[in-house]
């Protein structure tokens, strides 16, 4: 089996102001998982454990991805539930496009077995995975509630492959698709 998402990648300058307001967070007394920032993206759908043969169907429908390219900003930092924060994230504001745009993948997966998420989507980038939570983490994400990571254009999406291990996921691109 093979686990396996889509997603959309981060340039550089973006990974560098990740970098920088997780080094500040690591000044809280809580227990962080950071993502590194090398390897930071926008899951657009995560698909899961899937067949090798799988993996070829996947590939075959992603090659019907027909998008516009987009504009997507990021600010501020935020726990992904304030009553019981388990995430760190900075959520993408851009009109709904990555959302159209995961809706237009689900229609092109669907007829190969991948079922849609009833959630809403929200675009966001995972800054870190709380371990432990202490109240000096809330004081910090709050100093950041307006940190302004800057925007760039989504012209792409990224099907990838995704091995979990004890010192953190390794991912490997299995087919970019442009548009």
Same mark, same amino acid.
């Given at each position: 089996?093979?686990?396996?998402?889509?997603?959309?990648?981060?340039?550089? /300058?973006?990974?560098?102001? #990740?970098?920088?307001? &997780?080094?500040? #967070?690591?000044?809280?007394?809580?227990?962080?998982?950071?993502?590194?920032?090398?390897?930071?993206?926008?899951?657009?759908?995560?698909?899961? /454990?899937?067949?090798?043969?799988?993996?070829?169907?996947?590939?075959?429908? =992603?090659?019907?991805? *027909?998008?516009?390219?987009?504009?997507?900003?990021?600010?501020?930092?935020?726990?992904?539930?304030?009553?019981?924060?388990?995430?760190?994230?900075?959520?993408?504001?851009?009109?709904?496009?990555?959302?159209? =745009?995961?809706?237009?993948?689900?229609? =092109?997966?669907?007829? /190969?077995?991948?079922?849609?998420?009833?959630?809403?989507? &929200?675009?966001?980038?995972? =800054?870190?995975?709380? *371990?432990?939570?202490?109240?000096?983490?809330?004081?910090?994400?709050?100093?950041?509630?307006?940190?302004?990571?800057?925007?760039?254009?989504?012209?792409?999406?990224?099907?990838?492959?995704?091995?979990?291990?004890? /010192?953190?996921?390794?991912?490997?691109? #299995?087919?970019?698709?442009?548009?």
């Amino acid at each position: 089996m093979v686990r396996v998402f889509i997603a959309v990648e981060i340039p550089e /300058e973006f990974r560098l102001c #990740l970098g920088e307001v &997780q080094n500040e #967070l690591k000044f809280s007394k809580a227990h962080l998982n950071f993502v590194d920032p090398a390897i930071a993206h926008i899951t657009i759908k995560f698909i899961g /454990e899937v067949a090798p043969d799988k993996v070829t169907s996947i590939k075959r429908a =992603l090659e019907g991805v *027909k998008f516009s390219p987009y504009e997507v900003a990021f600010r501020g930092v935020f726990f992904n539930n304030p009553s019981r924060p388990r995430v760190i994230w900075t959520p993408g504001y851009d009109g709904s496009r990555s959302s159209d =745009l995961k809706v237009h993948i689900e229609d =092109l997966l669907e007829p /190969e077995g991948i079922m849609r998420e009833k959630r809403k989507f &929200q675009p966001h980038v995972t =800054l870190a995975r709380i *371990k432990r939570f202490h109240p000096s983490l809330a004081e910090s994400v709050v100093s950041f509630g307006d940190f302004d990571f800057g925007s760039f254009k989504v012209g792409s999406i990224v099907f990838k492959s995704s091995i979990l291990k004890p /010192e953190g996921p390794v991912y490997d691109d #299995l087919m970019e698709v442009e548009f």
